[in-house]
C-alpha cells in the first residue's frame, strides 16, 4: 500500500485558545546601548502557561529602542516608547524608557551666542532655541545634536513656543514675532504686530489664543494663530513672562515686581494691588486657574494659592543669592527654575513652587530658560551657547 517513510517533516501540535499573552518586565529603564532580555508567555483559558507559542515583537520607535525576534531590546536614543508582543491573536506591552545619563549634563549646542529661550515638542525629540544675533538651534534627537537655523533675522530673540509638530513663533527685540509653519526650515517675520517694543514672552494656550509681552507694558494677543493680533499697554513697566491656564485665565509678570491678570483671554488685564515686591519678575508660570508661581531678582518667589472668597498672591523667597531667570511647573506639584547663584542654578520644587532645593547644574553659565516635556525629562538654556538636559529629573 506505501508510506512515506522518508518524511522527517513533524508537525507541532496546534495551541490551544489563548486567553492572554503577558509580557515582563512590565517597564524598564536603559542606558543607550544596553541591552535587556524581555520575556513573553502565553496563556491558555485556564491561566496555564503554554509552549511553543510564536511570539511576534515590536518596538513602536527604532529611534528609541529595537527589538530581536526572541525578545531582546536594544537601547538607541533617548525617548520613551512601547514594546509590543503578540501570539495568537492576544497581545501585551511593557514601556521602555531610555536615557543617556544620570543627572544635569550639557549638549553640544552649535553656538556661543547667548541662548534665551527653549521649547521642545511633547514626544521629547523634536526642541528649539532662540537666542541673541537671530540665534535659532534645532534638534530631533532629544539633544543628541543640535543644528544652527536660519532665522532670517538679526535681533536678539528671546521666546519660542510651538503650537503643532510644524508651526512655531519667535518673539525678540525690535518687535520681532517670527512664524514657522514647516518646523523651522523657514522662518517669516509677520507684518501684522502692532508694536516696535522689544518683545520677551510668548505663550499659546491651543492652536489659536496666543499672547507675547514687552517692553513698556506691551501686550499682544492673537486668536487666530498669529494672523492679527491686538494690544493692550496695562502698566508702563516692562513685562517679561505672560502664562495662561487656558484661552481665558493668564498672568503676565515684570519690573518693579508688577503682576497683570485677565479673566477674558486678554481682552482686559487689572494690575495686582498692592504690589508685593519691588524686584524684577522675570518669568511666571500658571498651571492651573487657581496655582501660578513667579520667579525672579534676589530670589523674589509669589506664588497664588486659592482662599475662601478669591485668589491671593503670597510672597515667598528663594534666597538673595539666587536670581532667577525662568520657572515651570509639570502638572500641577513638580516644578523647575534656573537662574544664576554665580553658577548656573536649577532648583526643583515637589509642591507647586512654595518650596525649593537646589540640584547640581554642572555649567558656571547664567541659564536664562527651563522646558520640561514631563517630570523627568527636560533642557535649560543659557549664556555662551549652554544647553543642559536631564532625562530624570536632575537625579
Not at 89 to 104: C, F, L
Not at 168 to 177: L, S
Not at 248 to 276: C, F, K
Amino acid at each position: 500500500t506505501g508510506c512515506n517513510c522518508g518524511s522527517s517533516k513533524v508537525l507541532a501540535p496546534p495551541l490551544p485558545p489563548l486567553s492572554a499573552v503577558q509580557l515582563t518586565p512590565a517597564t524598564d529603564t536603559l542606558v543607550v546601548g544596553q541591552t535587556r532580555q524581555f520575556v513573553a508567555t502565553a496563556l491558555d483559558t485556564d491561566s496555564v502557561a503554554v509552549a511553543g507559542a510564536a511570539f511576534e515583537w515590536t518596538s513602536r520607535d527604532p529611534n528609541v529602542f529595537t527589538v530581536s525576534s526572541s525578545g531582546l531590546v536594544t537601547a538607541v536614543g533617548e525617548g520613551v516608547d512601547s514594546l509590543f508582543v503578540a501570539a495568537a491573536g492576544k497581545a501585551d506591552t511593557a514601556i521602555v524608557a531610555v536615557v543617556v545619563q544620570n543627572g544635569w549634563y550639557t549638549q553640544t549646542s552649535g553656538t556661543i551666542n547667548t541662548l534665551n529661550g527653549v521649547c521642545f515638542l511633547p514626544d521629547g525629540r523634536s526642541g528649539w532655541a532662540v537666542g541673541d544675533a537671530g540665534t535659532i538651534v534645532n534638534t530631533t534627537t532629544a539633544g543628541a545634536s543640535w543644528g544652527v537655523r536660519p532665522s532670517g533675522s538679526t535681533f536678539n530673540l528671546n521666546g519660542v513656543w510651538f503650537t503643532t509638530d510644524v508651526t512655531g513663533f519667535v518673539v525678540g527685540h525690535g518687535g520681532t514675532v517670527l512664524r514657522t509653519r514647516n518646523a523651522g526650515a523657514s522662518w517669516t517675520r509677520l507684518a501684522t504686530v502692532p508694536s516696535s517694543d522689544n518683545l520677551f514672552g510668548v505663550m499659546f494656550a491651543d492652536t489659536s489664543h496666543g499672547w507675547v509681552v514687552g517692553s513698556n507694558g506691551t501686550l499682544l494677543r492673537t486668536a487666530d494663530a498669529g494672523q492679527t493680533w491686538s494690544r493692550a499697554n496695562p502698566t508702563a513697566l516692562q513685562l517679561n513672562s505672560v502664562s495662561f491656564s487656558d484661552t481665558t485665565n493668564g498672568w503676565a509678570v515684570g519690573e518693579g515686581g508688577v503682576i497683570v491678570g485677565t479673566r477674558d483671554g486678554g481682552r482686559s488685564w487689572y494690575v495686582v494691588q498692592p504690589s508685593l515686591t519691588a524686584q524684577s519678575l522675570r518669568a511666571v508660570w500658571r498651571a492651573a486657574d487657581t496655582s501660578a508661581v513667579a520667579v525672579g531678582a534676589q530670589g523674589a518667589n509669589p506664588f497664588t494659592r486659592a482662599t475662601a472668597d478669591s485668589l491671593r498672591w503670597n510672597l515667598g523667597s528663594l534666597g538673595p543669592a539666587n536670581d532667577m531667570e525662568s520657572v515651570q511647573i509639570v502638572g500641577l506639584r513638580v516644578g523647575y527654575g534656573v537662574g544664576s547663584d554665580g553658577l548656573g542654578l536649577v532648583l526643583k520644587s515637589f509642591d507647586g513652587g512654595v518650596t525649593w532645593s537646589p540640584q547640581v547644574s554642572n555649567t558656571a553659565q547664567r541659564l536664562r530658560d527651563v522646558w520640561f516635556v514631563d517630570e523627568l525629562r527636560g533642557w535649560a538654556v543659557g549664556a555662551a551657547g549652554r544647553i543642559l538636559h536631564t532625562s530624570k529629573g536632575g537625579l
